[in-house]
């Protein structure tokens, strides 16, 4: 029963912080908790809206698409060897909401956002086609990188924030595992892409 508790709690880790939330969790922290929430509320939830499209909606139809055209259970999409083109149309979903926002001349640290995780897709698309790395503990680092890299600009204290991104970031390496869906140097390997991605696309855009 522990052991069943235990697979439970891993599946539930490994759906609730799914890589492809994370621009829209960034976008709705950024509104919320920083001088942002001071924006009219329609233009907040266009944006959230937009964002919603582009990085969760249109790239989750378009691989459905593709599943279906290749006549693939879900389960065959977690192979290495499948992967490459759901990432692919990922990016290009990316690609495309981060040219609609620069057309709307969105300030360049939200489209910071964009841009981390344009970047963590990108290099986990290249380390992919050698290696499976984990897209789970590598959107979970980007929200360290990120958080980090908001900290200088901003000029807060993150280290309360920081320690939960790094208990939350923990647990879902360990759920990844704990599922057999990645080793341990899968989850730390994703991890380290996810930082450093995560705070270079946004303090140096």
Do not use: D
Not at 73 to 89: D, F, G, H, S
Not at 159 to 168: A, N, R
Not at 174 to 193: E, F, I, N, P, Y
């Amino acid at each position: 029963m522990k052991h069943k508790g235990l697979i439970v709690a891993a599946r539930l880790l490994s759906a609730v912080f799914r890589p492809y939330y994370i621009p829209i969790v960034g976008f709705v922290a950024l509104f919320t908790f920083t001088y942002l929430s001071l924006l009219p509320l329609l233009y907040k939830l266009t944006v959230v809206a937009m964002v919603y499209v582009f990085t969760i909606l249109l790239p989750r139809l378009c691989i459905y698409v593709y599943r279906k055209l290749n006549g693939w259970a879900p389960v065959q999409l977690r192979l290495r060897e499948n992967r490459a083109i759901p990432y692919i149309l990922f990016i290009l979903s990316y690609v495309a909401c981060l040219h609609l926002m620069f057309r709307m001349h969105m300030p360049r640290y939200m489209c910071g956002i964009l841009v981390s995780a344009l970047l963590i897709q990108m290099v986990c698309v290249i380390v992919n086609v050698w290696w499976k790395i984990s897209m789970h503990s590598a959107g979970a680092g980007g929200v360290i990188g990120a958080l980090v890299a908001y900290s200088v600009l901003f000029m807060f204290n993150p280290v309360w924030w920081l320690c939960v991104t790094v208990l939350i970031s923990g647990a879902v390496g360990t759920a990844r595992m704990l599922l057999r869906q990645h080793s341990l140097a899968q989850v730390v390997a994703g991890t380290l892409v996810g930082v450093v991605c995560g705070f270079a696309g946004i303090i140096l855009l």
